[in-house]
């Protein structure tokens, strides 16, 4: 079982909707991502949060809009998506301050579809 | 933007056999190399992360070396299983902290059995 947490695992939505994304880890991280996955490409990097505090914006659309509120949470909120923006999105956390040998970990994923 | 390449893109392989693949990165400003597998309807579950040239990591099965002058790695997978069948992906952080991962377009295994 992964030990980050993501709801909801499917979501379907109009253009005009707005919806929230969540994830959730009890490891003590205090660094958590958003990534963007297509079918048959590899995930990207959205955002990153470090001790709460957005950290990188890997220049994403403002109708993708991040929330940390605290360290065990993190929201993505959306609102008037478009139909490109069909994806899995994954949430991830890691440890800070060690450098890069740390690993991240990954939740199971929201599959989004926008219709 | 950094290249991160796997070959080969999809491979199949006999329960019981060997086989090997791997990941080039830029060899310039290395911090560390990542690997992952993703099995499908999974989530993706971190194997190693490698930070030393010459460094050999084992899991069970499972290992990887690593050539940070060069910028490649290799993984090994020894007597192949079905359940190792998943889509092994490397990451190549961009920065110290280890935040900033580059994924590779992933080599997807599959297992006969």
Not at chain 1, 4 to 23: I, R, W, Y
Not at chain 1, 98 to 105: D, F, I, L, M, V
């Amino acid at each position: 079982d992964t030990e980050v947490t993501q709801t909801p695992k499917h979501l379907v939505m109009g253009m005009t909707n707005k919806k929230s994304l969540k994830c959730e880890q009890h490891m003590g991280h205090r660094a958590m991502y958003w990534y963007k996955q297509k079918a048959k490409k590899p995930p990207e990097l959205m955002f990153v949060y470090s001790y709460e505090k957005l950290s990188i914006n890997e220049s994403v659309p403002s109708r993708f809009s991040p929330e940390c509120p605290n360290s065990s949470l993190l929201n993505l909120h959306l609102h008037a998506l478009q139909p490109e923006d069909s994806a899995l999105y994954l949430c991830a956390s890691s440890q800070t301050g060690t450098g890069s040998s740390q690993p991240q970990h990954f939740g199971d994923g929201t599959r989004l579809s926008i219709l | 933007i950094l290249n991160v390449e796997q070959s080969p893109q999809s491979l199949h392989v006999q329960e019981g056999d060997s086989t090997n693949f791997t990941c080039s990165f830029p060899s310039s400003n290395f911090y560390a190399l990542h690997w992952y597998r993703w099995e499908t309807a999974k989530s993706p579950e971190a194997l190693f992360v490698m930070t030393l040239n010459g460094d050999e990591k084992k899991k069970g099965r499972i290992s990887a070396t690593l050539n940070t002058k060069e910028g490649y790695s290799y993984l090994y997978i020894k007597g192949s299983q079905p359940e190792d069948s998943a889509t092994y992906l490397c990451a190549f952080p961009s920065n110290f902290g280890n935040e900033k991962l580059t994924f590779g377009t992933g080599t997807r295994l599959t297992i006969i059995p």
